[in-house]
């Protein structure tokens, strides 16, 4: 196979360094979509929490670094904001104070939305 720009032959070379660390037992999981240029790998101490925890700071990441005009930012906000809360006592008990703060959190959603089905509405 001809890679067909840098980053696909950067994941071929990947490849055989993986299958040389798994022919020696290492664990190791790889996922790529290679539309995007994009390659993640994970170790033998990854686990679902984690993993989840992991994907609400990349989402978290577009909400901080998205301008507070964007209409959907306050949506993508609010959710990162609950579900970061919901993965950090994934095996704990929540406490009073965190879920008032989702309580406030779900209004602010719901403001928004009301606030884009308006603008639809014009």
Request: net charge negative.
């Amino acid at each position: 196979m001809i890679p067909d720009n840098s980053f696909q032959l950067f994941y071929e070379e990947l490849k055989l360094l993986v299958e040389k660390f798994e022919k020696k037992q290492t664990q190791i999981k790889v996922e790529s979509d290679l539309d995007f240029d994009s390659v993640k790998i994970f170790g033998e101490k990854m686990d679902s929490v984690t993993r989840a925890k992991l994907g609400i700071n990349d989402a978290a990441e577009l909400a901080y670094t998205t301008a507070e005009h964007h209409p959907y930012w306050a949506v993508l906000y609010n959710c990162t904001e609950i579900a970061k809360t919901i993965i950090e006592k994934w095996n704990d008990e929540l406490a009073p104070e965190q879920l008032e703060e989702m309580k406030w959190n779900l209004k602010e959603i719901q403001n928004t939305i009301l606030n884009i089905e308006n603008k639809i509405k014009k």
